[in-house]
C-alpha cells in the first residue's frame, strides 16, 4: 500500500528526482524509523481497528479487548521519545529508491494517507501511468461518513496525494495552496475505486491539476488543485534542518509544505455536491 506528513509532497519530490534519504538515525533524540517490524504492527493496528468498528462482539469480550490493548500501549509508550522544541522526526529506513510511485511510499512510511507505517493511512495503491497518476482502493468501514459512504474527508485526503502524484510525473510538486473538491455521487464503502489525476498546466511558480474518482464506471468525485512548484535545493535543505525549509524571498512564491506562502492566499478545501460525510 501506499500511501504523509506535512512535509509529503516535498519529499516524494525529492525522491522521484532520485536523492535518496538518509538521515543518520544516531543523535541525542532516538527517533522512529520504518522497518524493524513496524509495518507489521501498522497492521496489526489497522485490523484492529476495522474490528473495532466492525466485531459484534458481547460487552464482556470487547471490555477484555479493551484492557488488552491498553497494556500493549502501555508497553510501546514506554519508548516513545521525550518530547523537545521541535517535533521529533520520522524518517523511511535509511534510504528509498527512485523507482516513481514506489519512492512515494517509501519516503514517506508515516504518511496519514499512504504510510505503511501509519495505521489510519488509506488503503490506497498508486501507480504512476504518464501523464496520469492512476490510485485504486476498496475502503473499509472504518472510513464511513454517511452509512455505507466513504466520508467526503477520506476523498479529499486521497485527492491531495493524487494531485501530487501526478505533479510529480510532471515534474511540479510541491505544497498544496487551494484543493476544491465536487462530490457528484456516494461512494461506496467495500467497492473497487479508481483515482486518475493529471496536470493541467505548469507556470514557473504554480502546477495545477484535476482529478476523478470512479466507481462502477461512474464519476463519483471531482477534484482540482493549485499547487507551489518548490526548488529542489529547497527540499533537500528541508530535510537537512529537520523538516523546515531554508527561507526564501517572498515573491519567489515558495512555502514550506504545510505553510501559506507569503503573499499567497490561506489554503482552502471547498466542497460541493452530495454530502459524503
Known amino acids: 500500500m501506499l500511501a504523509t506528513s506535512s512535509g509529503s509532497a516535498a519529499t516524494m519530490a525529492e525522491a522521484s528526482s532520485g536523492a535518496g534519504l538518509s538521515p543518520d538515525p544516531a543523535g541525542p533524540v532516538p527517533r522512529p524509523w520504518s522497518g524493524g517490524g513496524r509495518e507489521e504492527l501498522a497492521d496489526a493496528v489497522r485490523r484492529l481497528m476495522a474490528l473495532t468498528v ?13 484492557r488488552r490493548a491498553g ?22 529506513d535509511r534510504s528509498v529508491s527512485s523507482d516513481g510511485a514506489r519512492s512515494m511510499s517509501d519516503a514517506m512510511p508515516f504518511d496519514v494517507v499512504i504510510g505503511s507505517c501509519n495505521p489510519v493511512a488509506l488503503p490506497l495503491a498508486i501507480e504512476f501511468e504518464p501523464p496520469k497518476a492512476i490510485g ?10 454517511a452509512p455505507g459512504c466513504v466520508h467526503g474527508a477520506i476523498l479529499a485526503g486521497a485527492f491531495d496525494i493524487m494531485l501530487t502524484a501526478a505533479n510529480i ?7 498544496t495552496v487551494q484543493l476544491s473538491v465536487r462530490y457528484l455521487k456516494p461512494t461506496l464503502i467495500g467497492q473497487p475505486a479508481v483515482f486518475e489525476a493529471w496536470v493541467t498546466e505548469r507556470t514557473d511558480r504554480r502546477t495545477f491539476s484535476q482529478g476523478r474518482l470512479i466507481q462502477g464506471g ?22 537537512r534542518r529537520g523538516g523546515s525549509a531554508a527561507p526564501g524571498p517572498p515573491d519567489q512564491g515558495d512555502g514550506a509544505p504545510g505553510h501559506v506562502p507569503d503573499g499567497e492566499a490561506a489554503p482552502a478545501h471547498r466542497a460541493k455536491g452530495n454530502d459524503q460525510g
Not at 461512474?218 to 530535510?239: C, K, L, P
Open 169 to 175: 510525473i510532471a515534474d511540479g510538486a510541491g505544497p
Open 136 to 145: 485504486r482502493a476498496t475502503f473499509t468501514p472504518i472510513y464511513e461518513g
Open 54 to 66: 466492525t466485531a459484534a462482539a458481547p460487552p464482556d469480550v470487547l471490555s477484555q479487548a479493551a
Open 218 to 239: 461512474v464519476v463519483t468525485v471531482t477534484a482540482e488543485g493549485e499547487f507551489v512548484n518548490m526548488d529542489r535545493s529547497r527540499i533537500q535543505a528541508m530535510h
Open 71 to 92: 497494556e500493549l500501549a502501555d508497553d510501546l509508550e514506554a519508548h516513545v521519545p521525550a518530547a523537545g522544541v521541535e517535533p521529533v522526526a520520522r524518517f523511511a
